[in-house]
C-alpha cells in the first residue's frame, strides 16, 4: 500500500518503561508530523520535521518525549520512562510539501495506541 | 491560528444532504478553512479545503461565508460509512493544525 504505516499498532508497557514507536510516511513526502490523541479528545500536535530537520517540537509535553528522522523518510517517537498519563493514540502523517507550500493535505496513519500500566 | 466553533454532535438520515457547521470569526485574510473526519479507531482522513471561494470535490462541497466567519461542509448523500468525527481546522500556511473537538456525526439508517 502507499500509504502512511505506523507500527506497532498496539503496545502496552509498565510504568517507568521506554517506548518507540515507528512511522514509515508516504515515499517522497517531505514533511512528517506526529500528534497525540487522548481519548473523546482532538488530535493535538506534537512535532514537525520537513525532510530531516525537526522544525518545530513545540507540542513535544516534557522532555522525556523524543522524535527523530534521521534520513528523512522513516521516523520514530520514543517515549522515555512512561507515565499513566501517556495513554493516548499516537499519529504521524505526512505531506507532499512543506508547512509553506500549497496543498498541505496530511494524510495519516492508524496510529499506535499506546496503554502504560 | 483562529479557533474555531463546531457543534458537539448532529444526526443525519442515510440518502439525506450532511450539513456541518463551523464558526471562524476571528480568522485573518490568509487563512484557510480545512476539513477531516476521523472513523473510529483510523487516522483522520483530509476532505476538502478552502480559502475564499467554494470548494467541490469527489466527497463533499465547501461553502464559504462572504466574511469568512463561518462555513458549511456538506455531504450531500449521507451513506452508513459518513459517521465520524468531523473537524473544521483554520489554518495558516508555517503553522500547525489545530484539530479541537469536532462534530460527532451519526447517520441514521
Known amino acids: 500500500g502507499a500509504g502512511v504505516s505506523q507500527s506497532p499498532r498496539y503496545k502496552v508497557a509498565k510504568r517507568g518503561q521506554d517506548v518507540a514507536l515507528r512511522c514509515d510516511p508516504i515515499?517522497?513526502?517531505?514533511?512528517l508530523f506526529w500528534y497525540q490523541q487522548a481519548l473523546g479528545q482532538g488530535p493535538e500536535f506534537l512535532t514537525y520535521?520537513?525532510?530531516?530537520?525537526?522544525?518545530?517540537k513545540s507540542g513535544l509535553p516534557s522532555d522525556r518525549f523524543f522524535a527523530e528522522r534521521p534520513e528523512g523518510s522513516v521516523s520514530t517517537l520514543k517515549i522515555q520512562r512512561t507515565q499513566q498519563e501517556d495513554s493516548a493514540v499516537y499519529l504521524c502523517?505526512?505531506?507532499?510539501?512543506?508547512?509553506?507550500?500549497?496543498?498541505?493535505?496530511?494524510?495519516f496513519g492508524p496510529g499506535t495506541r499506546l496503554t502504560v500500566l | 491560528d483562529a479557533k474555531t466553533t463546531q457543534p458537539t454532535s448532529m444526526d443525519c438520515a442515510e440518502g439525506r444532504a450532511a450539513n456541518l457547521p463551523c464558526n471562524h470569526s476571528?480568522?485573518?485574510?490568509?487563512?484557510?478553512v480545512y476539513w477531516y473526519r476521523q472513523i473510529h479507531s483510523q487516522g483522520p482522513q483530509y476532505i476538502i479545503h478552502g480559502l475564499k471561494n467554494n470548494e467541490t470535490n469527489e466527497m463533499a462541497s465547501l461553502i464559504i461565508t462572504e466574511d469568512r466567519k463561518s462555513s458549511t461542509l456538506i455531504l450531500p448523500h449521507a451513506t452508513l460509512r459518513d459517521t465520524a468525527v468531523y473537524y473544521c481546522?483554520?489554518?495558516?500556511?508555517?503553522?500547525?493544525?489545530?484539530f479541537g473537538t469536532g462534530t460527532s456525526l451519526t447517520v441514521i439508517p
Open positions: 481546522i483554520v489554518f495558516y500556511p508555517g503553522n500547525q493544525f489545530y
Open positions: 515515499s517522497g513526502h517531505v514533511s
Open positions: 476571528t480568522i485573518s485574510g490568509n487563512e484557510y
Open positions: 502523517a505526512s505531506s507532499q510539501h512543506t508547512q509553506r507550500g500549497a496543498g498541505n493535505e496530511q494524510f
Open positions: 520535521f520537513q525532510n530531516e530537520a525537526q522544525l518545530d
